[in-house]
T-cell receptor, first 110, second 115 residues
């Protein structure tokens, strides 16, 4: 079942700018994961943040998690044209299957 | 991280036929999942496939339409039966790391078009 909701649905920025995507969810989670998908291909795992963590970094990526607000954000700093893709958040509750949001389509123009 | 391959990568099929999609992992994993991504949409879980037991299907998906096999810890198949144009989607398999509550890795997907 779908739980996460990303916003915005679409985002267009120029190279060098930062991109921020938000994800909200409805129920308690074990962890939240962000994925990237290029042109309808497979999903690439970006980062996992556990429910007891508030912030995580990986390279140009910064993820925050606010369990009181049931929300997460993904920040991509100094964006590049190669970052153009769809970004999905996915939550994992007490089970083993991910619940995906609808995704944010990011376009980075040179 | 696990490396996952899927076959075929894409196919065009006639309605009423069936297609079997293969998912191969380079390491032994307990839990495998099959997802569907309809055009322009997010991913929806079809079923969880664990070796040695029947697949567990999500609401809206049935075994007669999407039979799954899981003969060992590195391989699974999903069959899309009696296809209609509404089955046109990307089908992805994924595997969970030990315990199932950690990172899931996805295969490259199978893009299916039903005419």
């Amino acid at each position: 079942s779908q739980q996460g909701e990303e916003d915005p649905q679409a985002l267009s920025i120029q190279e060098g700018e930062n991109a921020t995507m938000n994800c909200s969810y409805k129920t308690s989670i074990n962890n939240l994961q962000w994925y990237r998908q290029n042109s309808g291909r497979g999903l690439v795992h970006l980062i996992l943040i556990r429910s007891n963590e508030r912030e995580k970094h990986s390279g140009r990526l910064r993820v925050t998690l606010d369990t009181s607000k049931k929300s997460s954000s993904l920040l991509i700093t100094a964006s590049r044209a190669a970052d153009t893709a769809s970004y999905f958040c996915a939550t994992l509750d007490s089970g083993y299957a991910l619940n995906f949001g609808k995704g944010t389509s990011l376009l980075v123009t040179p | 991280s696990a490396v996952i391959s899927q076959k075929p990568s894409r196919d065009i099929c006639q309605r009423g036929t069936s297609l079997t999609i293969q998912c191969q992992v380079d390491s032994q994993v307990t839990m495998m999942f099959w997802y569907r991504q309809q055009p322009g949409q997010s991913l929806t879980l079809i079923a969880t496939a664990n070796q040695g037991s029947e697949a567990t299907y999500e609401s809206g998906f049935v075994i007669d339409k999407f039979p799954i096999s899981r003969p060992n810890l590195t391989f699974s198949t999903l069959t899309v039966s009696n296809m209609s144009p509404e089955d046109s989607s990307i089908y992805l398999c994924s595997v969970a790391e030990t315990g199932g509550q950690e990172t899931q890795y996805f295969g490259p997907g199978t893009r299916l078009l039903v005419l």
